[in-house]
């Protein structure tokens, strides 16, 4: 040893032993009950919104499906058929408003009420669209052009009703 040098008289340092990620600390408890909560959340919003969007979907498909047959077979499809099932379906679902705010049957009201949630109603296609099923087919002249918009307009159409279907079953709620 060298009585000169101080530094060898000095013991090693010893380390401590390494701390284990097990248990965690209270913080990553807190986390991890948090990020549990925002997935049982996310599950739950996921959810809701599928079964409140479910009925608007299945019409949606139902005029993709019949908008991919007129596209495939245009000459064997009449714009009077396709007008009479679009209106049906778009009757259908509107039957899915709270009662109050059911249309009567006429031509009408229905293209009154309608034309609150479309501006399309009011040009010579929505005119077309509306009074198929109620006028007389001979004084009818639907072109492939209508049935085009027809297909381009109806689904916005369902959707501005399906936002006001939500906004009245709030209201009816409170």
Do not use: C
């Amino acid at each position: 040893m060298n009585p000169t040098d101080p530094l060898a008289e000095l013991k090693p340092l010893m380390l401590p032993e390494p701390t284990g990620f097990w248990p965690p600390g209270p913080g990553w408890w807190l986390l991890a009950v948090l990020l549990l909560a925002v997935v049982v959340a996310a599950g739950i919003y996921g959810v809701l919104f599928y079964r409140k969007h479910k009925i608007k979907r299945r019409y949606l498909a139902k005029i993709r499906d019949l908008k991919n047959q007129w596209q495939m077979d245009r000459q064997n499809f009449s714009p009077l058929k396709i007008n009479h099932q679009l209106n049906l379906w778009l009757r259908e679902f509107h039957m899915e408003l709270p009662a109050p705010h059911w249309v009567s049957g006429d031509y009408r009201s229905w293209q009154k009420h309608l034309g609150n949630f479309s501006d399309w109603i009011s040009t010579p296609a929505g005119y077309h669209f509306l009074g198929g099923p109620y006028q007389n087919p001979v004084n009818h002249a639907v072109t492939q052009g209508d049935v085009a918009i027809w297909f381009e307009e109806v689904p916005k159409l369902l959707a501005n009703l399906s936002n006001a279907k939500a906004q009245l079953t709030a209201e009816a709620q409170s």
